[in-house]
């Protein structure tokens, strides 16, 4: 299994050339090409959500609780005093960071569902929803966020799959064939609770007509 820092620096190197070339091409424009950068990056880390103790987990539950307390402290700016504002923030940031990790450390199991191209497809889903909804992104960059936590992603398990193959030894490790899967089988009611949140995402997202006007806008730039 590749490390923290493999994963951040293999899914930071290609999603930041992917999102220059969005820039080069003129499909983005250069600070929402940063974002994709951040979008992608963030997908390379995703996967290991699950691995209790990991870096990644650790990252990730700080950006939610960080992203809890500014909903909260843009909440409090309009409705609430300063001293509200401030031990509500702080509730938040506490409240999400810790007991959310330890709740999903413990339904969790690492390399379990959520290591999956399904789970893939729903870290994506969240992002598009969350760009699209609380920054209130256009439609097309929503996707555009989506598809880079999606592919940032496929390319933790890809690595994670390389890394079980012994050079050395030229041979497999047991882990071989864990990293790397459609969904956990079988896992009959994680996998349905992904698919229940994937419909969520659907359903509270953008048109699917802003995605395929996103997907065609990709044909000329894989022929350059
Ligand atoms: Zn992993």
Redesign the pocket.
């Known amino acids: 299994?590749?490390d923290f820092k493999t994963?951040i620096q293999v899914a930071s190197l290609i999603s930041g050339s992917a999102a220059g070339t969005l820039a080069w091409a003129e499909l983005v424009s250069l600070p929402e090409s940063g974002l994709l950068w951040l979008a992608g990056s963030l997908g390379g880390i995703m996967?290991?959500i699950d691995?209790d103790t990991s870096r990644s987990m650790r990252i990730i539950f700080r950006l939610f609780a960080t992203l809890a307390t500014s909903l909260v402290l843009l909440y409090g700016r309009q409705y609430l005093s300063l001293p509200d504002t401030v031990l509500l923030g702080l509730v938040s940031y506490f409240g999400v960071r810790y007991p959310l990790s330890w709740g999903f450390a413990r339904l969790t199991v690492h390399?379990g569902s959520l290591?999956s191209l399904l789970a893939n497809l729903v870290f994506a889903g969240i992002g598009v929803t969350i760009s699209y909804r609380l920054f209130e992104l256009s439609p097309e960059l929503a996707w555009w966020v989506g598809i880079f936590i999606f592919f940032g992603a496929v390319i933790?398990?890809l690595l994670?799959e390389m890394y079980s193959i012994d050079l050395e030894g030229r041979r497999l490790k047991s882990s071989f064939g864990t990293?790397f899967k459609v969904m956990q089988w079988p896992a009959l009611l994680p996998n349905l609770a992904l698919l229940g949140v994937l419909a969520l995402c659907l359903w509270t997202g953008p048109s699917l007509t802003s995605l395929q006007l996103v997907l065609q806008q990709l044909w000329p730039v894989s022929y350059i």
């Open positions: 299994m590749a994963h996967p290991d691995a390399r290591h933790h398990l994670d990293a």
